[in-house]
């Protein structure tokens, strides 16, 4: 279905791609993995016909159709849900052409256009679009949406599913998906492990969603970050991630053995060369001819063998030593504080005048309590969030959060982070520290003196978030705020983060669709926004198996 052949690109002087090939089944699901930066996503636009190779080929069945679902899924149509999703998928088009052809099937030429026409629409299963879009929109969590409703007034995460909806009712061949799962709440996102899973389409998906990955794919396409090159692999993300630990520990191993061998050569060589050099200066007395005869050819010969130990050591096949980042950690510590209250909401309506709202909500978070809040995209998890941190002022009831409480509020930080600043004059003026220290306290978090002096706006969401994380940890920040955090970090600092949770002696507030996340944050309470009121959950795996349930129900209705 697809083949790629020595895909080249370049941005000026800096290579992006570098003799990238493979090739691509019917049903073949596969992860393209590698570190923010690296080419994943040019390498998706250029198989997507959206950008061009500099060098190589991009083969792709006449017959096969793409669907590509980019990152910024941004829609400014003003238009209707139905009418939107009957157009991209081209039901409209061709129900009216249908509709023009069978006025006059006398004519030959009208009769076979409408008999193609009409193979394309059974492919699309037209007579069922409805029935199939009520149970796309549902899979997504937007039956309660009515179709009617104009794309403008959805909020971002619900224009994502729209978009990914439309994608997947075309019935395309091959599914180029750019991390889909960044916008999706988690019933949406079983939801849409489960169709993939179905799907005999093909599909290549970047994401950090580690379930995901391990639910949906059977092959690992690796950009290499040092040689721009694509390595291939079977088996899960999770095998694929052993196969990684085993592959640095094998290299590591083999690198040591090499340099004692070359050590010990080199050794060997420098002795020869001595031996030559004592042999070749030998004078003796006149008498002693056969002596100084001997010597000195025996210097030769050790001479020789010198040279030959010399150049066996340069035709050896030299093992790199595997590079390898320091790793990652995030010193965070909370400041203690006297109070044991650190959130109390008492029937807070929380909104917009005018607008969006929900509640009256009521939520009691105590000092080290783990809370994470659950909820559809739209049904107002931000809001609650924007309400306790002072962003939002309540249209009703009250909030009263405890005198020693210091937030690090990742999502809003995120928001107003000077983006004409450098990084040092961040740190310095936000967390008063020195000059020394923040150099020291920025490199802790991966950024070295040359980083330091570049500007906020350069910095990727990843190393966004991790200047945060450094301005926290300054601060000594004792309640944590973070909304969907996986959007935004990469997987080293997603790993160090969760790692740092399991020791962190502050509260914890989380909003996050990632499962993966939520286990390893060791959360103790967890509470579902839904029909705008807040619910405390009993059991969070029984609310991950119930979701599962209702997608796998939903699929055997398409």
């Keep these: 279905m697809l083949e790629a052949k020595h895909i080249q690109k370049s941005y000026g002087s800096m290579t992006v791609l570098a003799d990238v090939s493979f090739s691509l089944t019917r049903g073949q699901k596969v992860a393209l993995v590698g570190d923010n930066g690296v080419g994943k996503t040019t390498l998706l636009k250029i198989i997507a016909g959206l950008e061009e190779a500099d060098s190589g080929e991009v083969n792709i069945s006449s017959s096969a159709q793409i669907g590509y679902l980019p990152q910024d899924t941004s829609l400014v149509e003003k238009e209707p849900i139905r009418e ?14 249908l509709n023009e052809l069978s006025e006059n099937l006398d004519d030959e030429s009208n009769f076979h256009e409408y008999g193609e026409l009409h193979e394309q629409y059974e492919r699309l299963n037209g007579y069922a679009f409805e029935h199939r879009m009520h149970v796309m929109l549902s899979g997504f969590g937007l039956e309660d949406i009515s179709l009617q409703h104009d794309l403008q007034n959805l909020s971002s995460g619900q224009k ?7 994608i997947l009712l075309k019935g395309v061949d091959l599914l180029l998906l750019d991390e889909p799962t960044n916008n999706l709440d988690l019933p949406a996102l079983i939801w849409l492990e489960d169709f993939l899973r179905k799907s005999e389409a093909a599909c290549i998906t970047i994401s950090h969603d580690r379930r995901f990955l391990d639910r949906v794919v059977k092959k690992i396409f690796e950009i290499d970050r040092n040689t721009r090159t694509l390595n291939i692999s079977g088996g899960t993300y999770s095998d694929y991630l052993e196969m990684v630990e085993k592959r640095i520990a094998k290299q590591k191993e083999a690198h040591r053995l090499q340099q004692e061998e070359i050590s010990r050569l080199t050794e060997q060589a420098r002795s020869q060369k001595a031996r030559a050099s004592k042999g070749a200066g030998y004078v003796g007395s006149d008498n002693d001819k056969f002596a100084r005869g001997f010597k000195r050819d025996r210097a030769s010969g050790s001479a020789k063998k010198a040279k030959a130990i010399e150049k066996r050591i340069d035709q050896m096949e030299k093992v790199e030593k595997p590079i390898e980042r320091d790793p990652f950690e995030i010193p965070l510590e909370a400041e203690v504080v006297s109070g044991t209250l650190d959130v109390r909401m008492s029937d807070v309506v929380a909104g917009y005048p005018d607008g969006f709202s929900v509640g009256p909500l009521s939520l009691e978070i105590r000092f080290k ?24 002022e309540p249209l009703a009831g009250s909030v009263e959060i405890g005198s020693g409480v210091r937030f690090g509020n990742m999502m809003q930080e995120h928001e107003t982070l000077p983006r004409d600043k450098t990084l040092l004059d961040f740190l310095k003026e936000r967390a008063g520290l020195s000059q020394e220290m923040s150099y020291a306290k920025l490199a802790k978090f991966g950024f070295d003196q040359r980083q330091a002096k570049h500007h ?14 450094a301005l926290f940890s300054a601060q000594s920040v004792n309640m944590l705020i973070l909304d969907e955090p996986t959007n935004h970090l990469d997987l080293q600092a997603l790993e160090a983060l969760e790692e740092t949770l399991q020791g962190y002696s502050g509260t914890v507030l989380l909003v996050s669709h990632d499962r993966y996340f939520i286990e390893k944050a060791g959360l103790d309470t967890f509470y579902l926004l839904s029909d705008r009121s807040l619910t405390r959950i009993p059991d969070y795996t029984t609310y991950v198996k119930e979701a599962e349930d209702r997608a796998q129900q939903l699929i055997k209705a398409l």
């Design 369 to 392: 309590n783990r809370v994470g809040i659950l909820g559809l995209n739209g049904s107002g998890k931000s809001t609650i969030l924007k309400t306790i941190t002072g962003q939002l």
């Design 84 to 97: 939107y999703l009957r157009r991209v998928v081209g039901i409209d088009r061709l129900e009216q052409r």
């Design 160 to 166: 994502s599913k729209i978009v990914l909806a439309g």
């Design 456 to 469: 906020i706006g350069t910095l990727s969401p990843g190393g966004r978030a991790r200047l945060l994380l």
